[in-house]
């Protein structure tokens, strides 16, 4: 499974970053995997913000839930991700990635990994 992350680089305060990631190799529908979005930045770490599972089921981070939405195109085996009300706290590399079991933030519970996109929020 190969996993593809892709979105802008910049986005302005109060806008909303939208995030894609194309999956080869796998299926988001019919393997059994909860694709996730984490990011990282070197102030906050490793953060899980949400997932969505094989079934269309959504997962998403307490501390994320009132800004974020995780959906999916089944057409282009594509998950997407939307953050809205972006601040400069937001500036972080941001993963897709894919866990079968496990718990959220625990990095070595997922088994693949997009290459990661660096996002920067800024005026």
């Known amino acids: 499974v190969q996993l593809k992350e892709s979105g802008p680089g910049l986005v302005k305060p109060s806008q909303t970053l939208s995030l894609t990631c194309t999956v080869s190799g796998g299926s988001v529908t019919t393997d059994y995997y909860y694709w996730s979005w984490i990011r990282q930045s070197p102030e906050k770490g490793l953060e899980w913000m949400g997932a969505i599972a094989s079934t269309g089921s959504t997962y998403l981070s307490p501390a994320l839930k009132s800004r974020t939405s995780i959906s999916r195109d089944t057409s282009k085996n594509q998950f997407t991700l939307q953050l809205r009300s972006v601040t400069p706290d937001d500036t972080a590399v941001y993963y897709c990635?894919?866990?079968?079991?496990?718990?959220?933030?625990?990095?070595?519970?997922?088994?693949?990994w997009g290459q990661g996109t660096q996002v920067t929020v800024s005026p």
């Open positions: 990635a894919a866990m079968e079991v496990g718990t959220w933030a625990r990095e070595s519970d997922y088994a693949y």
